[in-house]
């Protein structure tokens, strides 16, 4: 465990005595007057990890001064104790309307102040422990998102599983890859996120490509997406057909990777 820095003050002379006798090996040790000044410059220039007041007879002006020292460091990782009798640490708290992180009633033997400043100090390293791994997953959490949300999203609209799949298996790696089976799940996928970029198969059932393209082409909101059709249609009429809509690719199948990814980087790099 840490040897704390414990800077000691108060009027109980004899329980800093007995710091010093029996507890050296345990902590650094410095002891304080409770003048403002010199309590104030201890605490500035050696930086304690425990301010311990050693409770004997403090006059209210005393216990005042005390107060404005802690305000004043107050935003500093110095954990404040007292010891004393029950009286005492209820007079001081009464009257500097200061709550301590620990206090110590005596009558207690050294060992008891050990016990009882260690378990508190560790206490306090489990939670900032407990907070550091905590805010790190946040951290790595948060990180991970933002990467997500920076990939570009490619939604493929095409009827064939091992389309989809060989796309996915080529692209998932640098893109975030949707897939729709149909114009209906594609419709219904952009209310939710809007791509980035489609390729869409040319021939599907219900709606096929060119009357996907058409209406997406008549909505404000995807009128700017790039689209690129897949398709393995190769009847000049038909392949003039979609190139008067001005689509941003035309990609025949079977898919060659190369010229698909060159194709779709045009738009998203």
Known sequence: MAKYK???TGNNTAVMDDFFNHLLDRFELMTSSLHFEDLDIHIKLWEPDILLACLHGE???EISRFARVLQRHGDKTVYFFIIGTDSECQDFQRYSKIVPDLVLVKPLTSADILRYIQNFMQ???DEEESERIVSQIKAAQEAKEMAAAARKKI???DDDPLILKIVNSQLSNTYDVAAAINAKLAYKFMEKKKPDLILLDYEM???NGPEVFSKLRAMPEYEDIPIIFLTGVTDKDK???VLSLKPQGYVLKPLDMNVLQSTIKKFLD
Do not use: H, M
């Open 155 to 157: 939604l493929v609209v």
């Open 6 to 8: 414990v800077l000691l």
């Open 239 to 241: 392949i003039i057909s």
């Open 123 to 125: 206490k306090k390293e």
């Open 205 to 207: 059932p219900g709606e």
């Open 59 to 61: 006059s209210s002006e």
